[in-house]
């Protein structure tokens, strides 16, 4: 079992729906991050957080430490938005990585 | 200010044959980390530096070294290179260093390694 799980793997949806990535983790950590990746291999960072909540825009970002869960939202999801989502934690002196949930926005 | 910076882009080699990546940090970042990533093994850590020292390192053979320069530059280094050694190969800068990934990370585009 991966320390870092991620669902779904692929999520296709109309332009205007509301998104959310899930991340599931089985290690302490000391912080969580969620990163985008567009064709082509750049990686921005979107979210780190160790507790509560984030919001940056349409993005909006939670984590449950007890639960060792978080999820990523996108409102008024964009054909810009389509890319690959990758959940990441910090934790054992490392970052650990979850294997990315491909979002595709039809227009 | 200018991002993350790596050289090459792009790179073609040998089996067998050595390959040094490069990595110039944001201004003022002390912490460059490099990751592989492959289609098969995803995202994987492969070291830190900080201040001219390896901080941490990854689950990778002693085939993979890197080392860091007095104004932050790193640079990462593979020798005797196998086909599985084909990937992207990112750094990552950030501003001070904690246990790989508790500050904020800024990559670079990467650098494609092909390895035939």
């Known amino acids: 079992k991966n320390e870092v799980e991620q669902s779904p793997q692929n999520l296709t949806a109309q332009e205007g729906e509301f998104i959310t990535i899930n991340c599931s983790y089985s290690?302490?950590?000391?912080?969580l991050h969620w990163l985008q990746q567009h064709p082509g291999g750049g990686i921005v960072s979107l979210f780190m957080?160790?507790?509560g909540k984030k919001k940056h825009g349409r993005l909006i970002a939670t984590i449950n430490i007890q639960e060792k869960h978080s999820s990523l939202h996108i409102t008024a999801s964009h054909p810009r938005d389509s890319a690959v989502y990758i959940c990441?934690?910090?934790?054992?002196?490392?970052?650990?990585f979850g294997t990315g949930t491909r979002l595709t926005i039809i227009p | 200010k200018a991002g993350v910076t790596q050289t090459p882009r792009y790179l073609i080699k040998t089996r067998g044959q050595q390959v040094t990546l490069s990595c110039s940090p944001i201004?003022?970042?002390?912490?460059v980390s490099w990751y592989q990533q492959t289609p098969g093994q995803g995202l994987q850590f492969l070291f830190e530096?900080?201040?001219?020292?390896?901080?941490n390192k990854g689950n990778f053979p002693g085939r993979f070294s890197g080392r860091q320069f007095s104004n932050s530059r790193s640079e990462m280094n593979v020798s005797t290179l196998e086909l599985g050694d084909s990937a992207l190969y990112l750094c990552?800068?950030?501003?001070?260093?904690?246990?790989?990934?508790?500050?904020?990370?800024?990559f670079g585009p990467g650098t494609r390694l092909t390895v035939t």
């Open positions: 990552a800068s950030s501003l001070n260093f904690g246990t790989s990934g508790t500050y904020e990370q800024y």
């Open positions: 290690v302490g950590i000391s912080a």
């Open positions: 957080l160790s507790s």
């Open positions: 990441a934690v910090s934790g054992n002196e490392k970052l650990t």
């Open positions: 201004s003022g970042h002390r912490s």
């Open positions: 530096y900080f201040s001219e020292t390896q901080r």
